[in-house]
C-alpha cells in the first residue's frame, strides 16, 4: 500500500514543528494577506518547520543519543499529531482577527473570515509538494553517497554527497526553472511594453518627447515611458488651480529599446533634455524609474504644482521586471543606468552659468530610491552640490539610508530616525515630521519618504534569527501590536509582503501618496508664493482626484 508507506516515511516530530511554524505564519506581518497568500506562506512554513524536525531527529541520531522504542514511538506520533492538530486549529481561528489588526490600521474593510478550509488545502497540497522535493534530494545524496563509499571513507562519502545533491539540484532550480521563469517573464513584459495603449496618444507638439520632433521615437519610448510623456497636469491645469499664470511641465523618457547601453541611452536622454530646454527651467529633476520602468505620478503631479510647471524631469528606463524581483536578480543595472544618466546631466549642468541654470533634484522611488541614492556620489559634487532629493520606499540594502538609519540619534526610532542635526538628510512618514526642532536645513536637502509598514524598507535577512529593530516599541502608526516575531517564519512572512506590499491603500506598505510627496517636496524646494493654506488645497485637490 504506497499510500501507507508514504505516511508512515514522515517524521512526527517533523510534524510538529511544521504545525507550530504553519501556526505562526498565521499570526500577522507588514501587509494583511489574502487566504491564497496566507497558504502559500502557510505551506512554505510548514515544510521549514518540517525540515528542522528532521533535522534535530538525524542530529539525535548522529550524536548516537539513546532511541525510544517502538511502542513509545507511535504513541509519540499519536500525542505529537493531536498537539499540532490543536494548534493549528486555535491559530486558525484567531487568523481574520490577526489580519484585522492590520486592515483596520489601514482603513481596510475587515474580512469576517480567514477561510481556513481554503487555506489549509493550499498549504498542505503545497508542503506535500515541497516535502517531496526534499525526499528526493534525500534519496538523490543516498544514492551518492553509496557510490561513493566504494572508493572513499564513510564521512568523506556523506559529505562530498551532500555538496553534489545541493549542486544538482541548484543547477536545476536556478539554471532550469528560475531563469526559465525569468526569461518567459522578461519576454511577457517586453512584449507588453511594446504595446501601443489607444488611450494615450502620441503628442503633437514639438516640444514633448515622443513627438514627431523628437530625437526619441513614440514606440521606443516603452509602455510606462509613453504613460510617463503622455499624461500630468498641463501649464493650464496648474494655471487654473493657482489662478495665475504656469507653464508646461517637461517630461522627458528614454525606454530601454532605444539605445544599446545605459551609456548610450543616458546621452539620448541629454541630447532630447536639451532640445526641449529642461536646462532652461527654474528646476530640473532626474528621475529613476521603479524597476518596471514606472515613474510613480503621485509623486511628480504633485512637484509640477508646486513649481507652476517650471520644471523639467528626465527618465530612463532599465528594466521590465518589478521592483522586488529586479532587487533580487539585477540590483545593479539600475544603478548602471542611474549613474550613467546623473553623470550626463550633472556635467552638463556644471558648465552652465550657476545664476542660469535650474535647481537640480534627485528622485527615485523603491529600486529607483536606491540606484539614485548610489547615483550621487557625494565626493563628486562637493564642489558644486545639487540642491536636494525626495527618495521614497528606500529598498533595506540602500547604503547611504541604511548609514543614516543605522547612525541615527538613539532616541529615535528606526521606522522615523533623526540623523545628526538634521541640516542634510530628514526622514518622514504619513505624518509630516519634517519640521524638527531647532534644525537648519544646509545647502543639499535629502528627504526619505518611508512608511513603517514597507517590507521593501524594513526587510532584514536576519529576522530569520532575530528580532527585527521595528518590533521594538514605540511601533510605527502602522504596524500592528499583534505582530510577534518568530524564528524563521518573520523572515518568511516578510519575503511574501514584499512581494505584495502594493496590495494597500496609498499611504500605506509601498504605496506614497500625493499629500505626503507634497510634504517631502516642500521641504526640499520651498517653492515660492506657496502659504500653509495652499498646501492643504493641493492636498484636497489630490486627494479627491485619486
Known amino acids: 500500500m504506497p499510500h501507507k508507506m508514504l505516511w508512515q516515511s514522515f517524521s512526527g516530530l517533523g510534524v510538529l514543528v511544521g ?135 564513510r564521512r568523506v562519502s556523506q559529505f562530498l554527497a551532500v555538496a553534489a545533491a545541493v549542486t544538482l539540484f541548484f543547477m536545476v532550480i536556478d539554471g532550469l526553472l528560475l531563469r526559465a521563469y525569468l526569461r518567459t517573464y522578461d519576454s511577457a513584459q517586453a512584449a507588453l511594453d511594446a504595446v501601443l495603449e489607444p488611450d494615450v496618444a502620441r503628442p503633437a507638439e514639438p516640444w514633448r518627447t515622443g513627438s514627431a520632433a523628437s530625437l526619441v521615437s513614440w514606440q521606443d ?109 539585477e540590483p545593479d543595472y539600475g544603478v548602471q543606468t542611474a549613474r550613467a544618466l546623473f553623470r550626463a546631466v550633472y556635467r552638463h549642468w556644471t558648465t552652465l552659468p550657476r545664476d542660469g541654470r535650474p535647481q537640480l533634484y534627485l528622485h527615485g522611488l523603491s529600486l529607483g530610491a536606491l540606484a539614485s541614492e548610489q547615483s550621487l556620489r ?82 532584514e535577512p536576519a529576522a530569520l534569527y532575530r528580532p527585527p529593530e521595528w518590533l521594538e516599541t514605540p511601533r510605527g502608526p502602522d504596524v500592528s501590536p499583534e505582530v510577534r516575531w518568530y524564528p524563521v517564519v518573520t523572515f518568511l512572512q516578510l519575503v511574501l509582503d514584499m512581494a505584495v506590499s502594493l496590495n494597500v491603500p496609498p499611504g500605506y506598505g509601498h504605496r506614497y501618496a500625493p499629500p505626503q510627496y507634497i510634504n517631502a517636496w516642500q521641504a526640499v524646494i520651498e517653492p515660492p508664493r506657496w502659504t500653509q493654506e495652499d498646501i492643504e488645497r493641493l492636498k484636497r485637490h489630490f486627494r479627491e482626484r485619486s
Do not use: C
Request: net charge negative.
Open 221 to 329: 519610448l516603452g509602455r510606462q515611458g509613453r504613460a510617463f510623456v503622455g499624461t500630468g497636469p498641463s501649464g493650464e491645469e496648474i494655471a487654473d488651480f493657482l489662478g495665475r499664470g504656469a507653464r508646461d511641465p517637461l517630461r522627458v523618457y528614454v525606454g530601454l529599446n532605444a539605445a544599446e547601453t545605459p551609456e548610450a541611452r543616458a546621452a539620448l536622454a541629454l541630447r532630447e533634455l536639451q532640445r526641449v530646454g529642461g536646462f532652461e527651467r527654474a528646476a530640473l529633476v532626474v528621475a529613476v524609474p521603479t524597476g518596471t520602468g514606472w515613474v510613480d505620478p503621485a509623486s511628480l503631479d504633485p512637484l509640477e504644482y508646486l513649481l507652476e510647471g517650471d520644471v523639467a524631469t528626465v527618465a530612463v528606463q532599465y528594466s521590465y521586471l518589478e521592483s522586488w524581483v529586479s532587487l533580487l536578480v
Open 378 to 459: 557625494l565626493h563628486d559634487v562637493l564642489a558644486d552640490p545639487v540642491q536636494g532629493a525626495v527618495w521614497a520606499g528606500p529598498p533595506f540594502p540602500s547604503p547611504e539610508w541604511r548609514t543614516a538609519v543605522d547612525e541615527r540619534e538613539p532616541e529615535t526610532p528606526v521606522w522615523l530616525p533623526v540623523f545628526g542635526d538634521g541640516s542634510i538628510i530628514r526622514f518622514t512618514n504619513q505624518h509630516n515630521a519634517l519640521a524638527l526642532p531647532g534644525a537648519e536645513w544646509g545647502p543639499m536637502r535629502i528627504v526619505y519618504l518611508q512608511h513603517a509598514s514597507d517590507p521593501i524598507v524594513f526587510f
Open 19 to 153: 504545525a507550530v511554524f504553519f501556526a505562526a505564519s498565521l499570526t500577522p506581518s507588514l501587509i494583511p494577506r489574502t487566504a491564497t497568500m496566507q497558504g502559500v506562506l502557510g505551506g512554505v512554513s510548514f515544510t521549514a518547520g518540517y525540515a528542522l524536525g528532521v533535522l534535530l531527529l538525524w542530529l539525535w541520531w548522529y550524536l548516537e543519543l539513546p532511541a525510544a522504542g517502538e511502542r513509545l514511538r507511535r504513541l509519540a506520533v499519536w500525542s505529537v499529531t493531536g498537539v499540532a492538530g490543536l494548534i493549528v486549529v486555535t491559530f486558525l481561528w484567531r487568523a481574520a482577527e490577526w489580519q484585522n489588526s492590520i486592515r483596520l490600521l489601514m482603513e481596510m474593510p475587515p474580512v469576517d473570515t480567514a477561510r481556513p478550509l481554503q487555506v489549509g488545502l493550499i498549504a498542505v497540497g503545497l508542503a506535500l509538494v515541497l516535502i517531496l522535493i526534499g525526499k528526493a534530494f534525500l534519496r538523490t545524496r543516498g544514492m551518492i553517497a553509496r557510490r561513493l563509499e566504494r572508493v572513499m571513507p
